[in-house]
């Protein structure tokens, strides 16, 4: 069946312009994961959601990041106000449970910031 | 100091060769424990998955982790030049096993 899709796939922006990055997560997985990937700092954990609880936002590094995920299934980061250290690739993840060990990644979104 | 430490290599074997891939960690909170292979411009992929400490094996994959010593690892045997990709690993505590904290990977090259 379908993977976890992300879009864009790449996206140049200027600093300081608002950029939103979309996620698709696979069909009945209740749970999805937002990270980031850098070269300096490896893969991060962003923030989670599963279900109608309310999300886990500790991995958000600044208030100019936030995320939506609108009924229970497509998911948008939204950064606001980019910085040129907020370039790294975006990677979404959704699993069946919210338990470890069924993270499934979507490709990611390279955000390069000018 | 990381809460995850793990070697970046790069490191390069000759095909056939048995690979060892460690991790490092200093949360002793950590019980679930994670292999993740990540070819270029590709997302992870779950490779292994254990809970607590011990060994797990499937096909020429195998993970042990040693919870006394903070150290986890992965063995390749008959390793392939399919095989060659960066390798993460990945843990989390009980309580908020989402949230998964990752090495920084390290990349393997297999030659024919």
């Known amino acids: 069946g379908a993977g976890v899709s992300q879009s864009p796939s790449n996206k140049v922006t200027e600093k300081g312009k608002d950029v939103e990055l979309r996620c698709d997560p696979i069909s009945g997985h209740t749970a999805l994961y937002w990270y980031r990937q850098s070269l300096g700092q490896g893969l991060e954990f962003l923030i989670y959601f599963q279900g109608n609880s309310a999300p886990d936002k500790s991995g958000l590094p600044s208030d100019r990041f936030s995320a939506e995920r609108t009924g229970g299934s497509v998911s948008t980061l939204t950064i606001q106000r980019t910085q040129q250290e907020d370039s790294a690739v975006y990677l979404c993840?959704?699993?069946?449970?919210?338990?470890?060990?069924?993270?499934?990644f979507g490709p990611g979104t390279r955000l390069t910031v000018t | 100091q990381k809460e995850v430490e793990q070697d970046p290599g790069p490191l390069s074997v000759p095909e056939g060769a048995i690979v060892s891939l460690n991790c490092t960690y200093s949360?002793?909170?950590?019980?679930?424990f994670m292999w993740y292979r990540q070819y270029s411009r590709k997302g992870p992929e779950l490779l292994m998955y254990t809970y607590s400490s011990g060994n797990k094996e499937d096909g020429r994959f195998t993970a042990q982790v040693d919870k006394s010593s903070k150290y986890i690892s992965l063995f390749i045997r008959d390793s392939q030049p399919s095989d060659s990709a960066t390798y993460l690993c990945?843990?989390?505590?009980?309580?908020?096993?989402?949230?998964?904290?990752f090495g920084k990977g390290t990349l393997l090259t297999v030659n024919p």
């Open positions: 949360n002793s909170a950590f019980q679930y």
């Open positions: 993840a959704s699993s069946h449970s919210g338990g470890p060990g069924e993270q499934y």
């Open positions: 990945a843990m989390s505590a009980w309580g908020s096993n989402y949230k998964l904290t």
